[in-house]
DNA sequence: ATATATAACTAACAGTCGTTACTTGAAATT
DNA sequence: AATTTCAAGTAACGACTGTTAGTTATATAT
């Protein structure tokens, strides 16, 4: 009970750390002996808090998936047009990424390393989400907010590459903050898809 | 002399074929024994080809970021306006990355697993790349045909972003070719800049 | 004071890593 | 026919991998 609870704190902060490491090196590049060097401790002193590396991983990428469908379920949920809807949808995954770029950029870029089942689960919840993305954007096109001249693949994935590598570049302490970058990109963005801008 | 021919054909069979490997794996958690498998042969073999496995991922990347600077220089050397610049530099580095996908993969995602003085390099080029692009949109702006109201550096890591992923998703043998993919991309992106679309 | 839980330790495992040294058989060149 | 080149082979190296088993010191709760 009490074991459970103070085991996350510490627990977390192996997972925080090794974020951290994995995002630097990439995971498979990352090893159990680095990501305990980092936290001062031996490598097998690390299984006292997670059952293994892979658990990790996973705990960082689910974790983030939820967050992402969290914030898009609840931008479906307002009856707003469909151009108002994908500006919604942009800031609140920047919004997610921007309260831990780190297992953002863990998320977007290791999420492969993943175990079956585990990556199988994955990516099914990755395609749903982005096919939700594709809904809004085929309502805009019927609607006449969005050109139809646009193949809507090549738009919802060039919206998303846009979106994933921001971690990968944004400096949380430079001038523009997370609303501001998620206004102007959602503006440059849409107003890409939108006739008559 | 003739060595080095008929080597290099055997040996880019095998930059090839760990390419593919590289791109599906990573660098890190693909093997040497992996790759020579691939190529029905014993890992100790390919060292009659190659140098290191690091050699495979320098060739690789120097390689494609020749490319990009060769099809960067070409479209800068013309004397026409910033837009019409920005959109010949997207369809430019498109066509580049559709010649090889896999390499294209590999230099986007693998290039941190090079060793230093390597990453050094690769990097001051990469950065190189983008302030030309850089340059062009600001150019665009002081020209009045961009708008000022976007942060450069947001636009600029958007559209690598855009670019860079497509190795990622772009099915070669899907109904778009890659030179209208260069064209909606850079008409996507570009419109999405312009003041009056 | 005693019991418990937490977080660390040492030692070691079986397996994999990139790579080297040396050898061999076939093909091409002289 | 003799020599060289090419592409592969076998065996093995030292280092590193994730992980386990079992132990110990410290802080907290009873």
């Known amino acids: 009970m009490s074991e459970a609870i103070s085991n996350l704190s510490r627990k977390e902060q192996v997972i925080r750390k090794a974020a951290e490491l994995f995002k630097e090196k990439g995971y498979a590049a990352a ?23 892979e658990e990790i991983l996973r705990s960082l990428c689910f974790d983030m998936a939820a967050e992402f469908q969290k914030s898009l379920a609840e931008v479906e949920s307002k009856n707003v047009t469909a151009s108002e809807k994908l500006r919604n949808g942009i800031i609140g995954h920047i919004q997610v990424m921007a309260k831990d770029l780190t297992a953002s950029a863990v998320f977007m870029n290791e999420h492969r390393h993943l175990s079956q089942p585990y990556l199988r ?28 001249s646009i193949d809507k693949k090549l738009a919802v994935m060039t919206l998303f590459s846009s979106l994933n590598w921001m971690p990968m570049w944004y400096d949380p302490g430079s001038a523009i903050d997370p609303l501001q970058l998620g206004l102007q990109l959602a503006d440059m963005l849409v107003n890409g898809l939108k006739k008559n801008a």
């Open 121 to 148: 689960d994955f990516l099914l919840m990755r395609i749903n989400y982005i096919n939700r993305f594709k809904s809004i954007i085929e309502q805009g096109v019927k609607s006449g907010e969005f050109k139809d």
């Open 31 to 53: 090893s159990m002996r680095d990501l305990a060097h980092l936290l001062g401790i031996e490598a097998a002193s690390l299984y006292s808090h997670i059952k293994s590396k």
